[in-house]
């Protein structure tokens, strides 16, 4: 079991920090690892061109570690939505066809599916929010023969309600549907295998659970999805690619595996080795154990939303590191505003409600200063 870990971080006592779904705070390993990352480019002549492609290639068999991959089914990218776009244009959508994404979806997973369907004459089709909190059903009630590609999260951004993405996986292989995953909500806070989930593609954007640096994220793509057509056309993509750009010719294979639907100048003196940090620290934290630690701190937000008759998704049909609870009194963003100005606390407005999202940097007394701040508010 994780104690609390918070002396791994630079959090002012006063600060209650419970938005790590929004943004994570970066460990003072990795801000260091950054530092030493930007003195790289302050003085270039002391690069030494070999490090940063061998760190990308540790970053990306400890991203594939945190999956149940292998390093070659891995690419590093910028983002979700980048990640996504490259799923769409490797995946077949016929005139009639169905792309099927949740309602309130996170726009990196609809508005590429959005361009699709309008290119191919296909439909994008938005599982409506289930009154009983079981998306599972939902989108298993919907998930027939017409769907080409069932676009899904792990659960659902705006709240922690959970999809079981094993059923919908075993679904879609029986239909013959390809299957996509967003799992920036996800990996890293939670136990992810796709050997279990088998998808075509995941996506995840690592700036959250992941805890590294803005603009930077993971694509996996299954052995039969690693032969697509990358965004991209570089020579890190490429075959045999070197560390000093030299004239002799242009490779015409792609490098192995994933490794085509990589971003351009993948190797970032600063990104790179602030990420391989994160992502050792949360290997040597288990996501299992992470798991462990938030889940008794969103139980506590869910009691005690429920005492004040507000709404939070049911107990087992949601994920243990974050929770949205809706108030009847509405009014979310100016409630988080005044959090963050009168007492320091923060975390997000998300549609109707507020989202809570702990990491191992909390305890339950931050949950009870959440409470007694919201009340404050409330009764002013």
């Known amino acids: 079991?994780?104690?609390?870990?918070?002396?791994?971080?630079?959090?002012?006592?006063?600060?209650?920090?419970?938005?790590?779904?929004?943004?994570?705070?970066?460990?003072?390993?990795v801000r260091a690892a950054g530092e030493e990352g930007l003195d790289r480019k302050y003085h270039p002549w002391s690069i030494d061109l070999t490090q940063t492609p061998a760190e990308a290639e540790k970053l990306r068999g400890l991203f594939?570690?945190?999956?149940?991959?292998?390093?070659?089914?891995?690419?590093?990218?910028?983002?979700?939505?980048?990640g996504v776009e490259t799923a769409a244009r490797n995946?077949?959508?016929?005139?009639?066809?169905?792309?099927?994404?949740?309602?309130?979806?996170?726009?990196?997973?609809?508005?590429?599916?959005?361009?699709?369907?309008?290119?191919?004459?296909?439909?994008?089709?938005?599982?409506?929010?289930?009154?009983d909190g079981d998306w599972t059903r939902a989108v298993l009630e919907r998930l027939d023969a017409?769907?080409?590609?069932?676009a899904l999260p792990p659960c659902h951004w705006s709240d922690g309600s959970r999809l079981d993405l094993a059923a919908v996986g075993k679904r879609c292989r029986e239909l013959g549907a390809a299957f996509v995953i967003?799992?920036?909500?996800?990996?890293?806070?939670?136990?992810?295998?796709?050997a279990e989930l088998q998808p075509d593609f995941v996506v995840c954007s690592a700036y959250k659970w992941l805890m590294c640096p803005y603009t930077l994220g993971f694509l996996y793509a299954a052995p039969h999805r690693q032969q697509g057509k990358p965004l991209e056309f570089h020579r890190w993509n490429h075959a045999s690619p070197q560390g000093v750009a030299v004239s002799g010719g242009y490779a015409e294979d792609f490098n192995a595996g994933a490794r085509r639907y990589d971003m351009g100048e993948i190797n970032n003196f600063i990104h790179m080795p602030m990420a391989v940090q994160a992502l050792s620290q949360i290997i040597d934290w288990t996501p299992a154990a992470i798991q462990a630690h938030v889940q008794p701190l969103t139980d506590k937000v869910a009691d005690a939303a429920r005492e004040r008759g507000w709404s939070v998704p049911p107990d087992g049909k949601r994920v243990g590191h974050y929770i949205g609870m809706v108030l009847p009194q509405g009014g979310a963003p100016d409630i988080v505003m005044r959090l963050k100005r009168e007492a320091n606390v923060h975390i997000s407005p998300r549609g109707a409600g507020l989202r809570v999202s702990p990491h191992v940097y909390n305890d339950a007394a931050d949950i009870e200063r959440l409470f007694e701040a919201l009340d404050s508010v409330l009764a002013s």
């Open 146 to 150: 017409g769907v080409a590609i069932a």
């Open 182 to 194: 967003d799992a920036t909500q996800a990996v890293g806070a939670m136990p992810f295998d796709v």
């Open 91 to 131: 995946l077949p959508l016929g005139s009639g066809r169905k792309v099927l994404v949740l309602q309130d979806q996170f726009p990196s997973n609809v508005l590429s599916w959005r361009n699709l369907a309008a290119e191919t004459g296909g439909t994008l089709v938005f599982v409506p929010r289930p009154h």
């Open 64 to 82: 594939a570690g945190l999956i149940g991959a292998s390093a070659d089914d891995v690419a590093i990218i910028n983002s979700t939505s980048y």
């Open 1 to 29: 079991m994780l104690t609390n870990q918070r002396q791994l971080f630079d959090i002012p006592q006063e600060v209650t920090y419970l938005d790590c779904a929004a943004y994570s705070p970066l460990l003072e390993a």
